[in-house]
């Protein structure tokens, strides 16, 4: 599998929004990535479905939505008629997970799972064959530009090992600290999607940094 690029809009200049959309349309990137957080969930607040329906206007690739939120499952018909085709939860969000999941799906989006870098990855076996993609949180959620969590290695191997054993492989993703440096290493333990917040926008060529992590 070619692996895909999913710049992080939260890193974006939003004081031109438009601006740096036309930027990800126009270069390799496959993904839209769109965190939206409550401040409840996590310890800050982004940006609500105004801004998201303002995104989707302008891009012409898929959005793939974060929800750091609680009580996600009241938004789920919501991101899916602004255009998500992702929506991810996350694990320690959720009291009826597999419900959850469901009900993404039922509104025709991929059904995503994060964790936080404190959850183990077993606790996704009983869910695991209704999980699109798995997302793993290689910083603590809620604030971009944050160190590189070096113990996301191994849970993206343990993951690949749980992949093998369930005959099942969602996408893997990686959010947080992702950068020119360990990128490749990501990819060598398993990962397909990667989420690149500071790395792109705060570059003054965001296309060719895009372009170097999608080689």
Not at 10 to 33: G, P, R, T, Y
Request: hydrophobic share 45%.
């Amino acid at each position: 599998m070619i692996h895909k690029i999913a710049p992080s809009i939260l890193a974006a200049n939003f004081a031109n929004l438009q601006k740096d959309i036309e930027m990800v349309n126009e270069s390799d990137a496959d993904w839209f990535h769109i965190d939206i957080m409550d401040g409840v969930f996590v310890p800050n607040i982004s940006f609500g479905f105004p801004v998201m329906k303002a995104i989707q206007k302008y891009a012409t690739k898929p959005l793939d939505v974060h929800l750091m939120i609680v009580n996600p499952d009241q938004y789920i018909q919501q991101c899916a008629d602004l255009g998500a085709e992702v929506i991810t939860v996350h694990y320690e969000a959720c009291t009826h997970l597999h419900r959850t999941l469901n009900a993404i799906r039922e509104v025709g989006c991929l059904a995503g799972v994060a964790i936080n870098p404190h959850t183990p990855v077993h606790l996704l076996n009983d869910v695991f064959r209704e999980i699109d993609l798995i997302c793993i949180m290689s910083v603590n959620p809620g604030f971009g530009g944050q160190s590189f969590i070096e113990n996301t290695y191994m849970k993206l191997q343990q993951i690949s090992q749980i992949c093998t054993v369930k005959n099942h492989k969602p996408f893997i993703e990686v959010d947080g600290g992702v950068n020119l440096e360990n990128y490749q290493k990501l990819l060598e333990c398993g990962a397909d999607v990667l989420v690149a917040g500071s790395a792109v926008f705060s570059n003054p060529n965001p296309k060719e940094t895009i372009l170097a992590l999608k080689q």
